[in-house]
């Protein structure tokens, strides 16, 4: 094996300390991904007023269901690439590195259109506050227009923690949010250029973060590097990558329309409800960073695992991983129960914007442990080939029996807080469904006659 190849592989060495290292820069990446997407909302709030923190805050979601879709099939481009990297077959390694590039250009260019085009349609669908509507569709073309470097991001970092390197990853991320930031005060705080400019620093930091990775996917060992003129769908890999990354994505958007459907009914209590959530959305994605990495560590752990034929280790993987995820999460969601007002107080806006975000966070915040322990099995199954499971779990617990929920309880019970509440309950629910197929299945045992074709 080449330097790259033993010094990524999970498949050797403490289990502990093979996940919880990859884990660590993950955290560290995603925290420093969270500074800067939560910078464009610290700075509009304080320097362009409740409206525009308001319109930043509505495109939310909307960008999360178009962007969804791909960052799932990103996920299954990386289980294919690392049970073909624990496996040592270099040859359908290269293969499928390539593959995914390729396919990845295609998906940033169809979901740049995506965005372009039915933007003005799902806003209104939604809902939109008229008073924000505008500055939400600026701030939602601009982002678009460079969702071609976020796609390519989320593939080339995949492909790199696919082949056990989360530490690059950080460091891109760290200088892509510090570019971030500084434009934003650049362009807000110091030129007031308004909503538009929060997502012009955006897309511009993204697009960096994008180019130092093919950087460094072009220097990689020789067995793992990335040459340009190989970049290409090839028929046989490309089918292996969209039966993974297919029900991964389509599961990432319908929980995203879900959440657009949700995000619909907080606007109907006003812009000051949409732009407390939305703040209080900011501080929710630090109390997740540990859910998504141990699930992402996870992903990679057990293909890896799996395609080197290493069941046992893989079993006992998943069991410490979701320990250890469920245990943070409950930690940073009692943080932010008893913290929520100082740190909401931070993004500005009115009294009652913050009542609001307070409200939201002492309603979720303690069962974060339930949300990280979904994930986690989501991530297992994964790594397992088993994507459409969590797909089904999720589309049904998530989207079905929440939109459910919120459409019979908000029409009796007109109060924000059932719609919070909806979060919590489908957790649960999952959380049941997950622990049942897990110990009644034989998700991993039953993968020892599989073979995965090169």
């Known amino acids: 094996m080449s330097k790259i190849a033993s010094s990524t592989r999970m498949t050797e060495g403490p289990i502990w300390k093979r996940i919880v290292l990859f884990a660590i820069p993950l955290f560290w990446g995603h925290l420093f991904q969270q500074f800067y997407?939560?910078?464009?909302?610290?700075?509009?709030?304080?320097?362009?007023?409740?409206?525009?923190?308001?319109?930043?805050?509505?495109?939310?979601?909307?960008?999360?269901?178009?962007?969804?879709l791909f960052n799932g099939i990103s996920i299954g481009a990386s289980v294919i690439i690392g049970k073909y990297f624990g496996a040592g077959n270099m040859k359908a390694l290269r293969r499928a590195i390539h593959t995914t590039i390729g396919f990845g250009l295609c998906c940033g260019v169809a979901v740049t259109l995506i965005g372009e085009i039915?933007?003005?349609?799902?806003?209104?669908?939604?809902?939109?506050?008229?008073?924000?509507?505008?500055?939400?569709?600026?701030?939602?073309?601009?982002?678009?227009?460079?969702?071609?470097?976020?796609?390519?991001y989320n593939f080339f970092m995949g492909i790199l923690q696919a082949l056990g390197d989360s530490r690059h990853p950080l460091i891109y991320l760290m200088i892509s949010s510090a570019t971030n930031i500084t434009l934003d005060l650049i362009l807000i705080a110091g030129f007031r250029f308004g909503v538009g400019a929060a997502a012009l620093a955006t897309t511009?930091?993204?697009?960096?973060?994008?180019?130092?990775?093919?950087?460094?996917?072009?220097?990689?060992?020789?067995?793992?590097?990335?040459?340009?003129?190989?970049?290409?769908l090839d028929r046989m890999m490309l089918p292996q990558i969209v039966a993974n990354g297919l029900p991964t994505g389509v599961q990432n958007s319908i929980i995203s329309l879900a959440n657009v459907f949700v995000q619909?009914?907080?606007?109907?209590?006003?812009?000051?409800?949409?732009?407390?959530?939305?703040s209080y959305a900011k501080i929710e994605g630090f109390g997740f960073l540990p859910v998504t990495c141990f699930s992402m560590a996870l992903t990679t752990f057990i293909s890896q695992n799996l395609?080197?034929?290493?069941?046992?280790?893989?079993?006992?993987?998943?069991?410490?991983?979701?320990?250890?995820?469920?245990?943070?999460?409950?930690?940073?969601?009692?943080?932010?129960?008893?913290?929520?007002?100082?740190?909401?107080?931070?993004?500005?806006?009115?009294?009652?914007?913050?009542?609001?975000?307070?409200?939201?966070?002492?309603?979720?915040?303690?069962?974060?442990?339930?949300l990280a322990y979904s994930h986690c099995m989501a991530g297992i199954l994964r790594g397992a080939g088993?994507?459409?499971?969590?797909?089904?779990?999720?589309?049904?617990?998530?989207?079905?029996?929440?939109?459910?929920?919120?459409?019979?309880?908000?029409?009796?019970?007109?109060?924000?807080?059932?719609?919070?509440?909806?979060?919590?309950?489908?957790?649960?629910?999952?959380?049941?469904?997950?622990?049942?197929?897990?110990?009644?299945?034989?998700?991993?045992?039953?993968?020892?006659?599989?073979?995965?074709?090169?």
């Open 37 to 68: 997407n939560t910078a464009d909302t610290l700075i509009v709030g304080n320097f362009l007023g409740s409206n525009a923190l308001a319109a930043v805050s509505s495109s939310g979601s909307l960008i999360m269901l178009l962007v969804g």
């Open 118 to 152: 039915a933007a003005p349609q799902i806003l209104h669908l939604m809902g939109t506050p008229d008073e924000v509507l505008v500055n939400s569709l600026v701030y939602f073309r601009i982002y678009f227009m460079g969702a071609l470097g976020f796609v390519m």
């Open 204 to 232: 511009i930091s993204q697009f960096l973060s994008a180019f130092l990775c093919l950087r460094q996917l072009l220097h990689n060992p020789e067995e793992t590097r990335v040459s340009l003129k190989d970049i290409r």
């Open 264 to 278: 619909s009914k907080i606007n109907k209590f006003g812009a000051l409800a949409v732009a407390g959530c939305g």
């Open 307 to 370: 395609g080197a034929k290493e069941y046992d280790r893989a079993k006992k993987g998943s069991v410490f991983g979701v320990i250890c995820s469920i245990t943070l999460a409950e930690l940073i969601g009692l943080l932010v129960y008893t913290f929520a007002p100082t740190f909401l107080s931070l993004f500005g806006g009115s009294e009652e914007v913050i009542a609001f975000g307070v409200t939201q966070a002492r309603t979720i915040s303690l069962f974060y442990c339930l």
């Open 386 to 454: 088993r994507s459409t499971v969590p797909m089904l779990v999720m589309m049904i617990c998530w989207c079905l029996i929440r939109v459910s929920y919120i459409s019979i309880a908000v029409h009796f019970i007109p109060v924000i807080n059932v719609v919070f509440w909806a979060y919590p309950i489908t957790w649960t629910l999952s959380s049941i469904v997950f622990t049942v197929y897990y110990f009644k299945s034989d998700w991993i045992h039953g993968l020892e006659k599989q073979k995965f074709s090169a």
